[in-house]
């Protein structure tokens, strides 16, 4: 399956986005997907993941600002960002699990999307 991330963009402290990750291939439900993100100078994090029966999986630091969701009909994975702060800025990946877990373990995924920039203003 190969990726598409988009959304991304500048907005300013307490904003909110949401980044798609739309997908080809026809078995896509069958998929889990995660957002990871990078800010610069620092590793790869995990955000949120979906699992193919959408059992959902968040970062600490994100729960309840951060919501993942999934359209299987358009083949995307949403992440909605509310309540977003300069620390959030980062390029955002998705990335697709064959074994449909969705986990926060980086490993465990097959596929990943070129990624898309969120820049957080003060």
């Known amino acids: 399956v190969q990726l598409q991330a988009s959304g991304g963009g500048l907005v300013q402290t307490g904003d909110s986005l949401r980044l798609s990750c739309e997908a080809s291939?026809?078995?896509?439900?069958?998929?889990?997907v995660g957002w990871f993100r990078q800010a610069p100078g620092k590793e790869r994090e995990f955000v949120a993941g979906?699992?193919?029966?959408?059992?959902?999986t968040y970062a600490d630091s994100m729960k309840g600002r951060f919501t993942i969701s999934r359209d299987n009909a358009k083949n995307t994975v949403y992440l909605q960002m509310d309540g977003l702060q300069p620390e959030d800025t980062a390029v955002y990946y998705c990335a697709a699990d064959a074994k449909g877990r969705g986990l926060g373990d980086p490993n465990i995924y097959d596929s990943w999307g070129q990624g898309t920039q969120v820049t957080v203003s003060s």
């Open positions: 979906i699992s193919w029966s959408e059992f959902l």
């Open positions: 291939g026809r078995t896509f439900s069958r998929y889990g």
